[in-house]
């Protein structure tokens, strides 16, 4: 299977040598995706290090870079796409032999559950969300996720281009759109940065959770 | 003393000229200069005669006239305020769907403009011709 994994940039480069490195040595296709990050310079070692890059001028959120990552993808023929942090949470060995065999398998959508990740608090959150939603997959938070390419070609259209979480809102219209989904257990590592970059502040939860209840509740009532 | 008519016919046409003055010069676009005149030309011919007003309050039922008016107010208001933000939402999947495809188009142009002049691999050599 032609993979082509897609890792999400925005201001954490420092992070990012190691994991692009890492993912190298199992996967031969690899795109980064630069989301708007204010300091472009970093550019420069992707180019010398031969890693190719989209570039966004301003911000447009995790999600699109993911889709653009998708456009990219169908265009360059791949058979699908894999997705992982920028962070180095996601170890390329877990990828490698934890989401391709799924994809394989013909699975649309595989996402790498981490058991352990979240206080308390955050899981019950998860799971109210969760459970309100009806959705089928356990940790929709995780950035380790496997697409078929028929996923892609369905997860670029104009309702998806609506959402700016990739979690919640994906999973829940893929699921309606009559996506494969699995879930697989993989390990994870610590994040190289102290700080979530969906959650940076205790604004950013309540944004995160206003928006996701509310696409939930007007699409379940 | 001067008619109050006077001065609500005086602010009545300045809004009117402000809006007309807009699209004329191109910053509001003439589709959407369509509610903004309506508007413009209810507020002129409310306030040379006041008392249409008066006249749909005791037609539906309002026993305090003014009250009417700002009810009328607001509902425009609130639907010109909804449009807005509608049209916001519009124009950033827009843009979000458009900055997708250049930053993809760009990386593919890119592609294939190394493909014609392949990088010189030993970067530091002086350039055949220089």
Redesign the interface.
């Known amino acids: 299977m032609n993979l082509l994994v897609i890792v999400p940039v925005y201001n954490e480069w420092p992070h990012l040598m190691p994991v692009l490195t890492g993912l190298r040595k199992r996967f031969s296709h690899i795109l980064v ?1 630069d989301d708007g990050s204010t300091d472009k310079s970093f550019l420069s070692h992707l180019d010398s290090d031969g890693f ?6 301003f911000n ?1 959120g995790h999600w ?1 870079a993911i ?2 990552g998708f ?2 993808g169908l ?1 360059k023929g791949f058979d699908g796409v894999i997705t992982v942090d920028g962070d180095g949470q996601h170890l390329p060995e877990e990828t490698a032999d934890k989401i391709v065999p799924s994809l394989e398998a013909g699975y649309d959508v595989v996402i790498g559950r981490d058991n352990d990740r979240g206080n308390v608090t955050k899981k019950a959150c998860w799971w109210i969300l969760n459970h309100l939603a009806g959705l089928k997959i356990r940790d929709f938070t995780s950035g380790l996720r496997g697409y078929s390419r028929s996923a892609m070609e369905t997860l ?1 259209r ?1 309702p998806f ?2 959402l700016d979480y990739q979690d919640l809102g994906v999973l829940f219209m893929a699921q309606k759109e009559g996506l494969h989904m699995t879930e697989v257990s993989v390990q994870m590592a610590e994040r190289a940065g102290e700080k979530s970059k969906v959650f940076p502040s205790i604004q950013s939860v309540f944004r995160y959770l206003f928006v996701t209840l509310t696409f939930i509740l007007v699409r379940r009532l | 003393m001067i008619s109050y008519k006077i001065t609500t016919t005086i602010l009545g046409v300045i809004i009117f000229l402000i809006i007309f003055s807009l699209v004329r010069r191109g910053r509001l676009q003439e589709k959407y200069a369509l509610t903004w005149f309506a508007i413009g030309i209810l507020v002129v011919l409310l306030s040379i005669f006041p008392g249409i007003i008066d006249k749909i309050a005791q037609l539906t039922g309002v026993t305090y006239p003014p009250a009417l008016l700002f009810v009328i107010a607001v509902g425009v208001l609130l639907i010109q305020n909804l449009y807005l933000f509608i049209f916001a ?1 519009q124009n950033e ?1 827009r843009i ?2 458009l ?3 250049v ?2 188009l ?3 142009m890119e ?1 294939i403009r190394t493909l014609g002049h392949p990088k010189q691999e030993a970067e530091g050599e002086d350039p055949p011709d220089a």
């Open positions: 995706v190719p890059y989209l570039s966004f001028p447009l699109n889709q653009a456009r990219y265009a670029i104009e281009l609506n | 939402s999947v979000k769907d900055m997708q495809q930053a993809v760009n990386k593919l592609e």
